[in-house]
């Protein structure tokens, strides 16, 4: 772990929709700034992701100062979203949690939206992440909050665990689809210069000067599946995940994080372990 480095930092300001990536980010007690604070939800209230709607993928959601996003899609005039102001909020549901969430009432937006998602389909923004959703009790503290991520405030994976999974996929029945890019597992920080599938073992790392703790093993979807840059379906990284990265029902790649302490991160700073499940650190 010597040489352990933060290789790339990526946030989705609009889940479900294409990731950016980023040399820096402030990271918050509910994740990276900016991550994640608007969702799609459909005429129920219900989350939409690329779980549901694959075609979702190739749309950019770019931050703007202020907490805006502007949506692009090839073949379609930008659209520009800023944050709403008007103090109300209308309850969503997001995968059994209810969420209290501003809604874009701006008839433009959900003429885009529906033009290029589906009919009755929304933008809702978190405005309070410090309060509106609390982590599952089983793996977090009391006061841990999340914004509209799976269940945890970021997610790292590691260079050589993806190397690694890219050679099963080689010598498999779907060897064709591979190899993958890091960017079907959405994640927020990337690590580099580690061993493979070396993070099973941490409890707690530092990133530069933010201390995190390890909340539990990401279980992955079918939006693994899923190419980012046509929303197009194939098989793997699930056939692969299946055969060799399986706990019970779940399919593992990568690392759910709560973050100990807030500061900033920025590609290049040094990766450390500071316990280990075993109980040592490095």
């Known amino acids: 772990m010597g040489n352990a480095r933060l290789h790339s930092i990526h946030i989705h300001p609009v889940k479900a929709l294409r990731g950016v990536p980023l040399t820096e980010v402030v990271v918050e007690p509910w994740g ?6 608007w969702m799609l939800v459909d005429d129920r209230s219900r989350v939409v992701t690329q779980r549901q709607q694959p075609r979702l993928a190739p749309t950019v959601a770019e931050l703007l100062p202020g907490g805006g996003v502007r949506l692009s899609v090839p073949g379609a005039e930008p659209l ?14 997001i995968f ?28 809702v923004h978190l405005d309070d992440p410090a309060t509106r959703r609390r982590i599952d009790p089983a793996y977090a503290g009391p006061d841990d909050t999340v914004t509209f991520a799976d269940g945890y405030p970021l997610l790292l994976t590691t260079t050589a665990s993806l190397d690694a999974l890219n050679s099963l996929i080689a010598v498999g029945d779907h060897a064709s689809e591979g190899p993958l890019p890091m960017n079907r597992f959405r994640p927020n920080l990337v690590v580099a210069g580690t061993d493979a599938w070396a993070e099973d073992d941490w409890e707690r790392v530092a990133v530069g000067e933010v201390a995190f703790r390890i909340a539990k093993p990401c279980g992955r979807c079918v939006v693994t599946t899923t190419d980012q840059r046509t929303g197009r379906r194939g098989r793997e990284p699930l056939h692969s995940l299946a055969r060799h990265r399986r706990d019970g029902t779940k399919l593992l790649f ?15 700073d040094p990766v450390r372990v500071l316990a280990r499940r075993s109980g040592r650190g490095d």
Do not use: K
């Not at 990276?32 to 604070?37: E, I, N, S, T, V």
């Not at 102001?85 to 209308?90: K, P």
């Open 32 to 37: 990276p700034a900016g991550d994640r604070r």
């Open 254 to 268: 990568g690392q759910n994080l709560i973050p100990l302490t807030t500061g900033t991160v920025r590609t290049g």
């Open 80 to 93: 520009t979203v800023p944050v709403p102001r008007t103090g109300t909020t209308v309850t969503v549901e």
């Open 96 to 123: 059994g949690d209810t969420v209290e969430a501003s809604p874009v009432e701006d008839p433009a937006v959900r003429e885009w939206c529906r033009a290029r998602f589906g009919t009755g389909y929304r933008l």
